[in-house]
């Protein structure tokens, strides 16, 4: 398995490009970018900009791994605003075409939500409705990523949808498009379940992974803390994901960042990454 970041990880405001540079100096394999509103990387990003940042990552010896976007939590594909549900589209077909430019083969997808509770009044879905929509949408957009030979990774987050391994696999397995499947988030899991068993019940249908871990006694997002400062049992992790013949990148996403000396949890992450892949010894 190979060694990534997720641009989120590092300290606010800073420049994409400064990201990667950071990210191949903390001894990173690849760098997964993340699609915004506006910005460096935008929906009003240019071929010219995105093959551009594509170049950089190539001269700074770095892979980008993948290409994720937050902005399925503003625009769902299962709102009950049929506005929202077509920009929610627009974006996935967006996120699609600059996946390709960039020479990626993942992107990760949220595909609705029933409900959001850390995010303030957000819209309730009832759930069977929330199902058919996300269906159709992710249907529509496994037109285009074949288009684009571009997999679109379905991440499980904290939306009250798709919430146990099986749900998931029931999900992927009807959509029936080898373009779709699991962008499987370690550190999410465990709200509710363990992730050994959410990578052993999905296998194969597992497009990209994420790294991160969580501590259940303290609830809700303060929850989430260091690699290895968790409850994650990271050995069985590790295990499963070999079993399950995964031998992709592993990356983390590491919020919420430090207070002061922000750029030291890349570092600090990578070291961690290395004791969790066994590439390391104590020191």
């Given at each position: 398995?190979?060694?990534?970041?997720?641009?989120w990880?590092f300290?606010?405001?800073?420049?994409?490009?400064?990201?990667i540079?950071?990210?191949?100096?903390?001894?990173?394999?690849?760098?997964?970018?993340?699609?915004?509103?506006?910005?460096?990387?935008?929906l009003?990003?240019?071929k010219?900009?995105v093959?551009?940042?594509?170049?950089?990552?190539?001269?700074?010896?770095?892979?980008?791994?993948?290409?994720?976007s937050?902005l399925?939590?503003?625009?769902?594909?299962?709102?009950?605003?049929?506005?929202?549900?077509?920009?929610?589209?627009?974006?996935?077909r967006?996120?699609?075409e600059t996946?390709?430019?960039?020479?990626?083969?993942?992107?990760?997808l949220?595909p609705?939500?029933?409900?959001?509770?850390?995010?303030?009044?957000?819209?309730?879905v009832?759930y069977?409705?929330?199902?058919?929509?996300?269906?159709?949408?992710?249907?529509?957009l496994?037109?285009?990523?074949?288009e684009?030979k571009?997999?679109?990774?379905i991440?499980?987050?904290?939306?009250?949808?798709?919430?146990?391994?099986?749900?998931?696999?029931?999900?992927?397995?009807?959509?029936g498009?080898?373009?779709?499947?699991?962008?499987?988030?370690?550190?999410?899991?465990l709200?509710?379940g363990?992730?050994?068993?959410?990578?052993?019940?999905?296998?194969?249908?597992i497009?990209?992974?994420?790294?991160?871990?969580?501590r259940?006694?303290?609830g809700?997002?303060?929850?989430?803390?260091d690699?290895?400062?968790g409850?994650?049992?990271?050995?069985?992790?590790v295990?499963?994901?070999?079993?399950?013949?995964?031998?992709?990148?592993?990356i983390?996403?590491?919020?919420?960042?430090?207070?002061?000396?922000?750029?030291?949890?890349?570092?600090?992450?990578?070291?961690?990454?290395?004791?969790?892949?066994?590439?390391?010894?104590?020191?």
């Open positions: 398995m190979k060694k990534g970041i997720n641009a990880s300290p606010a405001g800073m420049g994409t490009k400064d990201c540079r950071l990210a191949k100096s903390a001894g990173f394999e690849g760098i997964e970018l993340a699609l915004a509103e506006d910005g460096e990387l935008s009003d990003s240019g010219a900009e093959t551009e940042l594509r170049a950089f990552a190539d001269d700074t010896g770095i892979e980008l791994t993948s290409l994720a937050g399925y939590w503003t625009y769902s594909l299962t709102s009950n605003s049929v506005s929202t549900r077509s920009k929610a589209l627009d974006i996935g967006k996120q699609l996946a390709a430019q960039l020479g990626v083969d993942t992107i990760l949220i609705g939500a029933v409900g959001v509770d850390f995010i303030p009044g957000s819209e309730v009832p069977d409705v929330a199902y058919e929509r996300a269906q159709v949408a992710v249907t529509q496994a037109t285009t990523a074949a684009y571009v997999n679109i990774g991440e499980n987050v904290w939306n009250k949808f798709l919430i146990s391994p099986l749900e998931m696999r029931r999900f992927i397995d009807e959509i498009s080898p373009w779709v499947g699991s962008y499987l988030d370690i550190g999410n899991t709200l509710t363990y992730p050994e068993h959410w990578i052993s019940i999905l296998g194969e249908r497009k990209k992974v994420h790294f991160k871990d969580y259940r006694q303290a809700g997002l303060h929850g989430f803390v690699l290895l400062a409850d994650v049992d990271y050995p069985s992790v295990a499963a994901l070999t079993a399950a013949g995964y031998d992709d990148y592993v983390a996403e590491m919020i919420p960042n430090y207070t002061h000396h922000t750029e030291q949890i890349i570092y600090n992450t990578s070291s961690s990454m290395d004791r969790i892949l066994g590439r390391e010894t104590a020191r």
